[in-house]
């Protein structure tokens, strides 16, 4: 006696049963897989996802304070990036900027898991830092050095070859500032 009986694979109803099985133990599994990874990668894309682990809640909670004024939280406020201001300034916008933002986003669980996970968090305010400074192009993405009206600003005009070849950062304190409250002078900025 079986409890499952296979159907045959040959004859008038092989041509049924090899669909079904086409469809039950391949299409359909592939579908399912490749619709979780989807929702899982635009996922990690939010703010929320970011500010998970307890050494990013206070760039988290920076983002969302409607009286900061740091870069993260007036493009937290902003209706473009809302929730997902972290990744639209973290991500590379290279060729394969989407496939290399998700392997450094995978590097930053690595480390969540083996080493910071039990760290205090006054601690990782001290010792976290950013793995690069982010280049000038990432703000440049959506901010264009083109535009006549960025080009109207004197202090803009005066130091555009600056910005453009990144001799400059655009998020330092003689600019914009920094992008978040607990930036380290010096490990997360190029020095001029």
């Known amino acids: 006696m079986h409890l499952v009986r ?3 694979l040959d004859g008038e109803q092989a041509g049924n049963a090899k669909l079904v099985l086409l469809l039950g133990l391949g299409v359909l599994p592939l579908i399912s897989a490749g619709s979780a990874n989807v929702a899982g ?3 990690t894309q939010t703010r929320t ?4 682990c307890h050494v990013m809640e206070p760039h988290a909670h920076d983002s969302e304070d409607p009286k900061s004024m740091t870069l993260a939280a007036v493009h937290g406020r902003n209706h473009s990036f809302g929730a997902d ?3 639209g300034c973290h991500k590379d916008y290279g060729m394969y900027g989407y496939v290399m933002t998700k392997f450094g986003g995978m590097r930053h669980v690595y ?3 083996t080493e910071y996970h039990s760290m205090p968090l006054e601690e990782s305010n001290h010792d976290i830092r950013i793995r690069r400074p982010l280049p000038n192009e990432n703000c440049m ?3 264009t050095t083109m535009a006549p009206r960025w080009q109207s600003i004197g202090d803009h005009a005066s130091s555009l070859d600056r910005v453009r070849s990144g001799e400059v ?6 600019c914009h500032g920094y992008a978040h409250p607990m930036t380290k002078i010096g490990k997360e900025l190029p020095l001029p």
């Open 6 to 8: 296979r159907p045959p």
């Open 49 to 52: 996802f970011c500010g998970s």
């Open 141 to 143: 993405s959506c901010h």
């Open 41 to 43: 990668f635009q996922a």
């Open 85 to 87: 201001n972290c990744y």
């Open 169 to 174: 950062s655009c998020a330092s304190p003689g």
């Open 111 to 113: 480390y969540y898991l």
